[in-house]
C-alpha cells in the first residue's frame, strides 16, 4: 500500500508542475472589511431569505463586480434566484401526557412529527422491541438512529428520546425549522410528505416527569399552517481562463454566506459560519482578477441557504453556471476564523482519505492535512456534498469546524482571529493559483465517491 502512495503522489507532481511565479499576495484590509461588513449589523445575520440575507448577496455581488469578474448567472449578472416554499406549523407543537404539558422549544424539540398522534405513552427498551407497537414510545437512553428506526419499523406512532448534544447545543435554531422541509422551486416537483409518525427530543430534566406518566394517553400535536414562500439567492462569478480547455477543466472555488439570522431575539451573526468562508472566496477572486489569465477558467459561487438544508446548492446543481463535467474541482471555504488547538498550524480538508486532492495541494505548499474528527461527517455538512454527489471532486478546507462558538450568539468579529484567518488565505494562495495553472484533475481514490 505504501508503494501505491508513493507512485500516486509521483504522478501528481509530474502532471502539475509547479509555478514559478510567486503566490498572489492578500489585502489583509480587504478581507477584514468584507468580513466586518457580512458579520455586522447591516445584515442581521443573513438568516436563509431574509431582508438581510437578499442584502448580503447584493453586496457580494457589488464587491465581485467592482474586482472585475463577469457575472455567472443565465442573465449574465451576478444574482441567481432561487425560491422556495417552506411548510410552516400553525401553532407549535405540543405533547400533552398525564397532566404535563410540553412545548416545541422549552422541554422538546419535535424533529420530525405528523400533525395528531393520540396513543398510550410506554417505556420502551432493545430487548422488547414490539412493545413500541401502537403505542408513543418512550426510549429513556441517548438518541440512537438506529434503536428508533427499530422502534418505527415495529409499529411506534412516536418515539421520544434524550436529545443528543448537537441538538442541545442549537435548540432554539432547530425549534424554528419548517416542520416537514422545503420544495425548492425549479427543482422539487412536489412539495415535501408529511411525516405520519414522530421523533421528539426530550430535555434532560423532563424524561423523569415523562416516565411517571408511563401508561397514560399521550397527545403529540404539530397543527400545520400555510406554506410560506421565500427567496435567496446565489451569488455566482467567473474568470475566463487562457487555455485551449479553459472552460472544459473549471476550478470552482465556493462558500456560503448565509447564517441563522435572529433567533429568539438575538442575532447570530455567523461571524466564522460562513463570512470567513465567503471573505476568503471574495479575496481569491480580488486577488486572481489581477493576476495575468490563468489557464483554467475560475468559476466562483456563493451559496444561499446552506444552513436550512443547501437551498442554493441544490438548485445551482440543477441550473449550473457551467457544465458539472466541466468542473475539474470545487473547493467550499468553512469556518476559518478559528484555530483548533489540536493543530494549530494546519488546515483540515474534509474527506481527505476520498480523493487525491488534499495530497496534491500539500505538495505544492497548503498547510494541510486530514479531518482529524471523521464522526462528526463534515464531509457531508458542507455544500460540497451536493456536488460531491454528483461526481466533482468537491471537498471542504476548515480551520476548527467545531468551536465553542459554533451557531451561538457569540460567532462575531469579536471572538474571531482574523490574523489567522488572513493567514490561512495566503497560505493558499500559492496551491490555487497552482491548481488554476495545472492540468492537474483530482480523482476520486476507489470507493471514494459518495
Not at 422549544?105 to 405513552?121: M, S
Not at 474568470?239 to 462558500?255: K, M, S
Not at 456534498?385 to 480551520?399: E, M, P, Y
Request: contains cysteine; glycine residues 8%.
Amino acid at each position: 500500500m505504501k508503494r501505491l502512495a508513493f507512485l500516486g503522489m509521483a504522478a501528481v507532481l509530474a502532471a502539475a508542475p509547479a509555478s514559478s511565479a510567486a503566490p498572489p499576495r492578500v489585502c489583509a484590509e480587504c478581507v477584514r472589511t468584507n468580513e466586518a461588513r457580512l458579520a455586522g449589523d447591516e445584515f442581521a445575520g443573513r438568516g436563509c431569505g431574509s431582508a438581510g440575507e437578499n442584502a448580503a448577496a447584493r453586496f457580494l455581488a457589488a464587491q465581485l463586480k467592482a474586482y472585475g469578474l463577469a457575472g455567472a448567472a443565465p442573465d449574465g449578472g451576478f444574482l441567481q434566484t432561487v425560491q422556495f416554499r417552506e411548510s410552516t406549523y400553525r401553532e407549535p407543537p405540543t405533547l400533552e401526557v398525564g397532566g404535563l404539558r410540553m412545548v416545541q422549544g422549552g422541554e422538546i424539540l419535535a424533529v420530525q412529527t405528523a400533525p395528531e398522534i393520540i396513543a398510550p405513552l410506554a417505556r420502551v427498551g432493545l430487548a422488547d422491541v414490539d412493545a413500541a407497537a401502537g403505542k408513543v414510545a418512550l426510549y429513556d437512553a441517548p438518541y440512537d438512529l438506529k434503536a428508533v428506526s427499530l422502534f418505527l419499523k415495529a409499529g411506534a406512532r412516536a418515539v421520544i428520546t434524550q436529545a443528543p448534544d448537537r441538538a442541545l447545543r442549537s435548540w432554539s435554531q432547530i425549534a424554528a425549522r419548517s416542520p416537514d422541509g422545503v420544495q425548492v422551486l425549479g427543482v422539487d416537483a412536489e412539495p415535501p410528505p408529511v411525516a405520519d409518525h414522530a421523533l421528539v427530543f426530550v430535555r434532560p430534566e423532563a424524561m423523569a416527569a415523562l416516565n411517571a406518566a408511563e401508561g397514560q394517553t399521550a397527545r403529540l400535536l404539530a397543527p400545520r399552517g400555510e406554506p410560506v414562500l421565500h427567496t435567496t439567492y446565489n451569488v455566482l462569478a467567473r474568470l475566463p481562463g487562457r487555455g485551449p480547455q479553459a472552460d472544459r477543466e473549471a476550478v470552482l472555488l465556493t462558500a456560503h454566506y448565509d447564517h441563522l439570522g435572529l433567533v429568539a431575539g438575538q442575532t447570530y451573526r455567523g461571524a466564522n459560519d460562513d463570512a470567513s468562508g465567503t471573505s476568503a472566496v471574495l479575496e481569491f477572486a480580488r486577488m486572481l482578477a489581477q493576476a495575468p489569465p490563468h489557464r483554467r477558467t475560475a468559476q466562483f459561487a456563493l451559496f444561499g441557504c446552506e444552513e436550512a438544508g443547501g437551498h442554493g446548492a441544490k438548485y445551482f446543481l440543477s441550473h449550473p453556471s457551467a457544465p458539472l463535467a466541466d468542473v475539474a474541482v470545487n473547493l467550499e471555504f468553512e469556518m476559518i476564523g478559528a484555530v483548533d488547538p489540536r493543530h494549530p498550524k494546519r488546515l483540515m480538508l474534509t474527506g481527505w482519505e476520498r480523493s487525491n486532492l488534499g495530497p496534491a495541494l500539500e505538495a505544492h505548499g497548503a498547510a494541510i492535512g486530514p479531518d482529524i474528527d471523521p464522526d462528526e461527517h463534515f464531509f457531508e455538512r458542507s455544500d460540497n456534498i451536493q456536488l460531491a454527489r454528483r461526481g466533482v471532486v468537491a471537498q471542504t478546507i476548515s480551520a476548527w469546524p467545531k468551536p465553542p462558538t459554533y451557531h451561538q450568539p457569540s460567532d462575531d468579529l469579536a471572538h474571531l482571529d482574523q490574523a489567522f484567518m488572513i493567514h490561512v488565505i495566503q497560505s493558499l494562495a500559492g496551491p490555487v493559483d497552482w491548481l488554476l495553472n495545472s492540468d492537474f484533475k483530482p480523482a476520486w481514490n476507489p470507493g471514494g465517491q459518495p
